[in-house]
């Protein structure tokens, strides 16, 4: 471990992505482009580490299990809600519809036979900054957290010492892992082999494939240039920032100063492959739980 707190060592399960310069957003010409996708550049000064996968369910429930037994949260058979700062926002939806794969009774969470490997859902992204900070509590991090505001380190995320999730255009460049095509598998997406969503319907000139009509396991289908798995489709996945305009030339960009709604990104498993583009840009109220929404952690390095 190094003098810096170990932020300079990749975490087990995540990989290591270093700073760099790209273009987020996407071009006029890309077929089924938004408006607010404006293609800008932007620098990313400091590296940082983001978990392989989505967070699964185990993972999940290992987690939230350790959070109750410490009293960071409450549970009931139907939700569970913060206990920290005076929070009680309420973190995983434990009866949310289609259906929560995560149980609790009497004191003990369990998870859906079959199911431990899938990516947990009906997640709000209050519950996604949540498992951040135990994560951080749990290795004897600093929160990255203050949960009576909800911001992430004081509004600089990039300098965060524990475990959050990552910035809008942090997600975008680990997506894109040095691509500019809509895909980071090129111009087309293949639901046969490459990733999970509604293969009903492809990209613009590309052939059709199947549709599972729920998650798969995690990393059921080929990491992109970075090592990171299911980037596109599965479940859409919370950012740290609010929604927003943007453009123009910038670093270390943090998003919104305020808002009403947080991005999600990736696309989900009932998508079309236009919505699993690198460049989409959904959002939703912190709120909201869905069984396409799930997350991935990230820790800033040194």
Known sequence: MTADDGQSEVPAGFVAIGPGTFMMGSPTTESGRSSNETQHQVTLTRGFSMQATEVTNQQYRDLVQWAYDNGHVTATSASVRDALDGSTQELLDLDGFPNCEISFSEGTFTVDAWKASHPVLEVTWYGSVAYCDWLSLQQGLPRAYDHSTWQCNAGSPYTAPGYRLPTEAEWEYACRAGT????NTGFCLAASTEANYNG????????????????????????????????????????????????????DPVGAGAGSYRVLRGGGWGDYALSCR???????????????????????TS
């Open 278 to 300: 690198s460049a989409v840009r959904a959002f939703n109220g912190p709120d909201g739980s869905y069984g396409t929404f799930g997350f991935r952690p990230v820790r800033s």
């Open 200 to 251: 009903t319907y492809p990209y613009t000139g590309c052939p059709s494939g199947p549709y599972l009509g729920w998650t798969a396991p995690v990393g059921s289908y080929p990491a992109n240039a970075f090592g990171l798995y299911d980037m596109h489709g599965n479940l859409y996945e919370w950012c740290n920032d609010w929604y927003g305009t943007y453009g123009g030339t910038v670093t």
């Open 180 to 183: 500019q095509t809509p895909f």
